[in-house]
Structure formats: structure tokens, C-alpha cells
């Protein structure tokens, strides 16, 4: 017979306060929650006060406990590993498709944010040897993103981001990044033809999450950049894929 697995009683006795404080919307106070427990009223108040200090609970001016932002924040990264989860498999496709890297990238909080890379050994990923948020003007992956912004949110972004140098390629002011944004063809691919990285060209089109913007690219050796027609054919049925993955997660 196999051996029992070894269990912390404190972590079931903290768990079972929390899943009592949530059953109850306006809160419910310690002698309560004991009650509803089983636990002696002097360790749920240890118990309370723990979960209280790091945030998983919250006290309310008449003494009744609710659950605290902690627990929100942990809700929050919960969906989110679960949305990539869901767009993850269509990414490697597309990876073992084009032999290329994949890339999924969101904005959130006002940062274009790579959420998820898909590569390989015959798909390595871009060097990304500056961060992206200081980098949405210089990279296909951004400026899709950037495309899908009305005017006074590309101009909210642009306002907090410097357009850095980061090869002789690289756009760096805002008047001729917005001028190719708005004239680029064929929509909705934008490209970054050695415009983050000398020999790398990428590909990228919109997707969406509810109503945030986001986009899906890929990267490649500028040998390629002869299949730029066919990866654009691909890449936009592919995010119409993605965007009703990620409206399924919402």
C-alpha cells in the first residue's frame, strides 16, 4: 500500500475560513466563521489575523471578515493562464506550420505586452535584447496593436513611450510611425522588416480579447522575407481563431 500523502492541517483549517468568509457578501465575524468551521474560536482568530495581513482577507469596520484583493489578483492570473492555455496550441500550429516563432502580445494597462512565445529549435524566438514595452514602435507585433488604437489612445501611448534607435531601420518619430500605421498595406498585416533586430523580419495582425487589442506575429530570418504573401494568408485566419478563443475566456 502506498504510503498517506503528508497534510498541513493549518493550510485546510485557512482554507475552510476562507471558503466560510466567501458564502457570506456582507461579511461575517470570527465567532461566526469558528462556528461554521469547527475550529477553536482562539485559532480561527490566528488563522483570521494571518490572512488578513497578507491580503486573502479583509476586515470591515463592523468587525465581519470578506475576502480580501489578494484573492482577486489570484482569480485574475487563474484566467489568464487559462486563456494562454487555450491559444497556446494554435500558436505551436502555426509555429510547425511556418517554422517560425510564434507570439501573442495584449494591451493591458497601456503597455503592449508579449503574453506568450512559441518557438523551437528550427523556430528560435527574436533576441529580445530591449524590453518590449520600450519597443511597440520598432516591432510588427506593437504596431499591429498600435493600428487598432483610436487616435487619442495612439496618442495617450505615444506621449508615455520614447521611439528609441534601435537599428538604421527603426522609425523614431511619432508624425512617420503614425503616417505608415495609417497607410500600410495589405491590412490588417503590419511588418518589421530589421526595424528591432538587423536580419530579422516579423509579421503581424490584430487579435482581440473582449475589447482589448492585442496581436499575433512571427519572426524569421530576413532569407525569408520572400514568404511574406503566404504567412500574411495565414496569420489572418489564424487570429480570427485566436480572438474567439480568447472572447471564450472572458
Same mark, same amino acid.
Given at each position: 500500500?502506498?504510503a498517506?500523502?503528508?497534510?498541513?492541517?493549518?493550510?485546510q483549517?485557512?482554507?475552510?475560513?476562507?471558503?466560510a468568509?466567501s458564502?457570506?457578501?456582507?461579511?461575517?465575524p470570527?465567532?461566526?466563521?469558528?462556528?461554521?468551521?469547527?475550529l477553536?474560536?482562539?485559532?480561527?482568530?490566528?488563522?483570521?489575523?494571518?490572512?488578513?495581513?497578507?491580503?486573502?482577507?479583509?476586515?470591515l469596520d463592523?468587525?465581519?471578515?470578506?475576502?480580501?484583493?489578494?484573492?482577486q489578483?489570484?482569480h485574475?492570473?487563474g484566467?489568464?493562464?487559462t486563456m494562454?492555455?487555450r491559444?497556446?496550441?494554435?500558436?505551436?500550429?502555426?509555429?510547425?506550420?511556418?517554422?517560425?516563432?510564434a507570439?501573442?502580445?495584449?494591451?493591458?494597462?497601456g503597455?503592449i505586452?508579449?503574453?506568450?512565445?512559441?518557438?523551437?529549435?528550427?523556430? =528560435? +524566438?527574436v533576441? &529580445?535584447w530591449?524590453?518590449f @514595452?520600450?519597443?511597440?514602435h520598432?516591432?510588427?507585433?506593437?504596431?499591429? %496593436?498600435? /493600428?487598432e488604437?483610436?487616435?487619442?489612445?495612439r496618442?495617450?501611448?505615444?506621449s508615455?513611450?520614447t521611439?528609441?534607435?534601435?537599428t538604421p531601420?527603426?522609425?523614431?518619430?511619432?508624425?512617420?510611425?503614425?503616417?505608415r500605421?495609417?497607410?500600410?498595406s495589405?491590412?490588417?498585416?503590419?511588418?518589421?522588416?530589421?526595424?528591432?533586430a538587423?536580419?530579422?523580419?516579423?509579421?503581424?495582425?490584430p487579435?482581440?480579447?473582449?475589447?482589448?487589442?492585442?496581436?499575433?506575429?512571427?519572426s524569421? =530570418? +530576413?532569407?525569408? &522575407?520572400?514568404?511574406?504573401? @503566404?504567412?500574411?494568408?495565414?496569420?489572418?485566419?489564424?487570429?480570427?481563431? %485566436?480572438? /474567439?478563443?480568447?472572447?471564450?475566456?472572458?
Open positions: 500500500m502506498s498517506s500523502p503528508t497534510l498541513i492541517s493549518s493550510v483549517r485557512a482554507f475552510r475560513l476562507l471558503e468568509a458564502a457570506h457578501e456582507n461579511g461575517a470570527a465567532k461566526q466563521l469558528a462556528r461554521e468551521t469547527g477553536p474560536l482562539g485559532t480561527a482568530y490566528h488563522l483570521l489575523r494571518t490572512l488578513m495581513h497578507d491580503g486573502y482577507l479583509r476586515k463592523d468587525g465581519g471578515f470578506v475576502l480580501g484583493d489578494r484573492l489578483s489570484l485574475s492570473g484566467r489568464g493562464q494562454i492555455g491559444v497556446r496550441p494554435v500558436l505551436s500550429a502555426l509555429r510547425d506550420e511556418l517554422s517560425s516563432a507570439y501573442l502580445t495584449l494591451y493591458e494597462d503597455e505586452r508579449v503574453s506568450e512565445i512559441v518557438d523551437g529549435p528550427r523556430a =528560435p +524566438r533576441d &529580445l530591449v524590453g @514595452e520600450d519597443a511597440g520598432a516591432t510588427a507585433l506593437g504596431k499591429a %496593436v498600435l /493600428r488604437l483610436d487616435d487619442q489612445g496618442k495617450d501611448y505615444l508615455r513611450h521611439l528609441n534607435d534601435l531601420h527603426t522609425v523614431t518619430t511619432a508624425a512617420e510611425l503614425v503616417r500605421l495609417e497607410t500600410a495589405p491590412a490588417p498585416a503590419v511588418t518589421d522588416l530589421e526595424e528591432y538587423l536580419g530579422t523580419v516579423c509579421v503581424a495582425v487579435v482581440y480579447s473582449g475589447s482589448m487589442p492585442g496581436s499575433i506575429g512571427v524569421m =530570418p +530576413r532569407s525569408r &522575407l520572400d514568404r511574406l504573401d @503566404e504567412i500574411r494568408d495565414r496569420l489572418v485566419p489564424t487570429a480570427d481563431r %485566436v480572438t /474567439r478563443t480568447l472572447s471564450l475566456t472572458m
